[in-house]
Nanobody
Framework: QVQLVESGGGLAQAGDSLRLSCEVSGRTFSPYPMAWFRQVPRKEREFVAWITRSGTNTYYADFVKGRFTISRDNAKNTVYLQMNSLKPEDTAIYFC???????????????????WGQGTQVTVSS
């Protein structure tokens, strides 16, 4: 059983930065592909970024390219999302996700991940 716990959300002003963290516990002997998604009320959860097991490759949604950076520290079993130049439209609950299933190369969908954190609220004011 894998557990994910997000932290680092909060209130920010437009232009500010926040860093989210996701600590992975449980079956962590093998790093998993990890991702960040976000969701606002009455909308579907949307992909933000994902990172490969080693951290060598990262992939982003177009709306965060150049502003957000996903990274990981496998020694600490933690994945990060550095968010710079925040905008009010970045306001959402941010979820960390892990894929413990074998295989997969294009991991941008909610169904590509089988473990989820509880989410952390990010609110950006103008």
């Amino acid at each position: 059983q894998v557990q994910l716990v997000e932290s680092g959300g909060g209130l920010a002003q437009a232009g500010d930065s926040l860093r989210l963290s996701c600590e992975v516990s449980g079956r962590t002997f093998s790093p998993y592909p990890m991702a960040w998604f976000r969701q606002v009320p009455r909308k579907e959860r949307e992909f933000v970024a994902w990172i490969t097991r080693s951290g060598t490759n990262t992939y982003y949604a177009d709306f965060v390219k150049g502003r957000f950076t996903i990274s990981r520290d496998n020694a600490k079993n933690t994945v990060y999302l550095q968010m710079n130049s925040l905008k009010p439209e970045d306001t959402a609950i941010y979820f960390c996700a892990a894929r413990t299933l074998v295989g997969g190369t294009y991991l941008r969908g909610v169904r590509d991940y089988d473990c989820w954190g509880q989410g952390t609220q990010v609110t950006v004011s103008s």
